[in-house]
């Protein structure tokens, strides 16, 4: 055998060899989601409820109905995120047909056991309805944007900002406005990319969600136009490991949660209904 025929066996064997050894690296997983919502209007349906996804966020089950109904005995709408060990959900505390002054915070390090930790007011003068408490969180800064009404003006609901002053979030600022973004808007959630804010927020007047952009989180909002078709309200984003965003939209007319994805908050996909049975206005964080 040749000199140059046994090299090329050598390197053949090597090949083979290396080969053995290399181990196909796996598919990534897909994000596991928990989702905090309740399930309607009913009284035994206004608490919380945690469900859990373990494909991407398309299908929910079952985790914890944790009984917890706040110091009213009404929980709606609740928004949920972690700091370090602990879990937090704002909530409104209050059914839509009963006026409220204040929304609520509540503590667990478990997601079945929930303390209240806090009850926050309008801080505006005559206020009516203070709903759906969405978080907002930008570095160590723990912020809640509320839609909140005053009953001495008719224009309807207005998107106002809480920021928490201390780590534990039982102590909060008074409301700053998101100039710009004017009245009859609610449901108001707040993402930032890059230095541009984008808050998806229920048009009350049309039914359509909106998408605005501003550089400042309260100042200069500006409307980018409307998403999908009118009858969708509660939208809430999650951003998941593959870097798209994913969000969720509470379809009130006749019921259920619906998605869509996008990879710039700009441009989306069309919306699909969620697996998740019972579900209405809520979020979902990474497990």
Not at 77 to 89: A, E, M
Not at 154 to 164: I, K, L, M, W
């Amino acid at each position: 055998m040749t000199t140059a025929r046994l090299f090329r066996v050598f390197v053949a064997l090597i090949a083979v060899v290396l080969g053995a050894l290399v181990v196909p690296r796996p598919a990534s997983a897909a994000t596991t989601l928990i989702y905090t919502t309740f399930k309607g209007d009913a009284a035994a349906d206004q608490e919380l409820w945690v469900y859990q996804s373990t494909d991407g966020g398309a299908n929910y089950s079952v985790l914890y109905d944790t009984n917890f109904r706040g110091p009213t005995g009404v929980l709606r709408d609740p928004s949920i995120i972690r700091q370090g060990s602990t879990y937090f959900v704002a909530y409104t505390w209050q059914s839509w047909t009963t006026n409220s002054t204040y929304f609520a915070v509540a503590r667990s390090t478990d997601l079945r056991t929930w303390t209240n930790i806090a009850t926050v007011p309008a801080g505006v003068s005559d206020p009516q309805n203070v709903w759906a408490p969405e978080f907002y969180l930008e570095g160590g800064t723990v912020r809640v944007i509320v839609s909140v009404r005053q009953t001495t003006n008719t224009s309807g609901f207005r998107p106002y900002v809480y920021t928490a002053q201390n780590a534990s979030l039982t102590s909060w600022s008074g409301p700053q406005q998101m100039g710009g973004l004017g009245y009859n808007y609610i449901d108001t959630y707040v993402v930032r990319s890059g230095s541009t804010y984008h808050a998806f927020t229920k048009n009350e007047t049309t039914k359509y969600i909106e998408r605005w952009t501003s550089n400042s989180l309260t100042s200069g909002w500006t409307r980018q136009g409307t998403l999908w078709t009118s009858g969708y309200e509660g939208p809430s984003l999650v951003r998941m490991d593959n870097g798209q965003y994913r969000i969720y939209v509470d379809k009130y007319t006749n019921g259920g949660i619906w998605t869509a994805t996008s990879a710039n908050l700009t441009s989306w996909t069309g919306l699909s209904a969620v697996g998740c049975s019972g579900c209405r206005h809520g979020t979902a964080i990474p497990k």
